[in-house]
């Protein structure tokens, strides 16, 4: 796959730092030559996954292609086959594939919550993203420097979520996690790196740790969203085992209900931070368990309790 230098000029971009890497993919700030315009450029990585990605020593919020924090979690690549899922490697081919279904959905989803695409580009064969550059910090840096959260933040995502899969434009992100969310010094919120899907060969990316049911619709959002409240109320995850044993089953007996059960038992909030406040409690609960608390429910029960603090 493709690596970039700095300095380098890409089609009229000129290469400025790298910014971060994931699983399957890099980027890069940029310049527009003529405009001076900063832009973000994506460009395929075949390192085969998170659990491939080379971790550094120690947590930090430096960048480089070398390694990454250990504290981030990138995403997996997911198949979904009629023997079961797996989780594996993607060839530069598939690669390749993906960041093109990425290109077309942000081609068409369009929201301020949503990183813009500015344009596509095909380098020696490999499809490029000119995205917008969102400048500010991950809520993974926010959470890793104990800087104040904000529930407005889970709420203004749960709109846009719901206003984008009702415009058809993005019927579910499907990686949402802390290193996929830029909080603007401003305070608003973008979400980064829809999961890439490749439609028919159902193969997708996602991090298992905040979709360990592998779901590919919006409760996986919702579900992901009730995990980062969790996760920033007590400093760690709710589950450690992911996937779900039986994740990606669209039907089950009671073997897979039992094991789910089992799987949802999880150390209440409260236990690990007893000013938890209840209702918040109540909130994480649904989004992570129930399955038909959707993201209508969610957003509901956020403004009431925002509106209640």
């Known amino acids: 796959m493709m690596k970039l230098a700095v300095g380098e000029i890409v089609q009229g971009y000129r290469i400025d730092r790298f910014l971060g890497r994931g699983g399957f993919a890099s980027v890069y700030l940029a310049q527009h030559e003529e405009t001076g315009e900063k832009v973000a450029i994506k460009v395929g990585q075949a390192s085969g996954g998170g659990r491939q990605v080379t971790r550094l020593l120690e947590v930090t919020s430096r960048r480089t292609p070398d390694g990454i924090s250990p504290d981030e979690l990138p995403a997996e690549g997911v198949f979904f086959e009629a023997q079961g899922v797996r989780i594996d490697l993607f060839d530069e081919q598939e690669i390749r594939q993906m ?34 550059y969102v400048r500010g910090k991950t809520l993974r840096e926010k959470i ?32 949402l996690k802390p290193e996929n969310i830029i909080v603007k010094p401003s305070g608003k919120v973008v979400m980064l790196d829809p999961a890439l899907r490749a439609g028919e060969q159902r193969v997708v990316t996602t991090t298992p740790h905040y979709n360990p049911l592998l779901l590919t619709d919006s409760k ?21 085992d992911v996937p779900w044993e039986f994740a990606g089953q669209r039907s089950g007996g009671e073997t897979v209900r039992l094991s789910l059960s089992y799987f949802f038992s999880y150390c209440p909030p409260h236990t690990l931070n007893p000013k938890t406040p209840e209702e918040l409690e109540r909130i994480i609960y649904r989004a992570i368990t129930v399955p038909s608390y959707g993201l209508p429910e969610l957003k509901n029960d956020l403004e009431a309790f925002i509106a209640k603090a």
């Open 220 to 240: 996986a959002d919702v579900m992901a969203i009730g995990i980062m409240i969790y996760e920033i109320l007590t400093g760690t995850l709710p589950f450690d």
């Open 99 to 132: 960041l093109h279904a990425e290109g077309e959905l942000l081609a068409h989803a369009k929201h301020e919550n949503l990183v813009g695409l500015r344009e596509r580009l095909t380098i020696d064969g490999n499809p490029v993203l000119v995205m917008d």
């Open 144 to 175: 890793r420097s104990l800087e104040g959260i904000h529930l407005n933040w889970f709420l203004a995502l749960t709109r846009a979520l719901l206003a984008l899969k009702d415009q058809g434009a993005m019927s579910y992100h499907g990686d």
